[in-house]
């Protein structure tokens, strides 16, 4: 993803980058129909991620995506371990990228850390997606790096 950002952030800064040959104008354009559409495409997530890191404000999708890894573990053993790792980076008062949910949900995690299910996430996932639904992703579609990538991507593949 770091390759990604690093592209995404030197076209912003440079009109003259060029962009890479398997985005398209069409996948750009389904990221302004609506936060799902943005979220289920090949590169909206990347872009999007890369934009709330410029923002300073990606704890939001970092906490989303560990989350969707996290549902598709498997082992109690490796649930246990990334259960108590997403608590103490996203979960914990006073964490480095602790989100904002609310104390009754914290609460719940807190008491399903110890033996997590699958689902023990869930609804802090669901809050931090509305955040991101209702929040930053209206921002994004205003944002300056938004816009350059509708002006800058040509409209082809329709040959």
């Known amino acids: 993803m770091s390759s990604w950002n690093c592209w995404i952030c030197k076209m912003c800064r440079d009109e003259s980058k060029r962009l890479p040959s398997n985005i398209t104008l069409?996948?750009?354009?389904?990221?302004?129909?609506?936060?799902?559409k943005l979220m289920a495409t090949k590169h909206g997530?990347?872009?999007?991620?890369a934009y709330l890191k410029?923002?300073?404000s990606d704890?939001?999708?970092k906490f989303w995506m560990a989350c969707?890894?996290?549902k598709k573990t498997a082992s109690r053993w490796s649930r246990i371990s990334r259960a108590k790792k997403l608590y103490k980076i996203y979960i914990q008062p006073q964490s480095p990228?602790?989100?904002?949910?609310?104390?009754?949900?914290?609460?719940t995690i807190i008491r399903n850390i110890q033996e997590p299910t699958q689902t023990c996430f869930e609804e802090a996932q669901r809050i931090v997606y509305m955040h991101m639904e209702r929040d930053s992703y209206p921002r994004f579609l205003?944002?300056?790096?938004?816009?350059?990538?509708?002006?800058?991507?040509?409209?082809?593949?329709?040959?």
């Open 45 to 49: 997530p990347v872009v999007y991620t």
């Open 142 to 159: 205003k944002s300056e790096m938004y816009q350059r990538l509708l002006k800058t991507i040509p409209s082809n593949n329709n040959s």
């Open 59 to 61: 704890e939001n999708i």
């Open 97 to 107: 990228r602790e989100i904002n949910i609310d104390s009754s949900t914290r609460e």
């Open 54 to 56: 410029m923002e300073h």
């Open 68 to 70: 969707e890894t996290y």
């Open 26 to 36: 069409e996948e750009v354009l389904e990221w302004g129909q609506s936060f799902e």
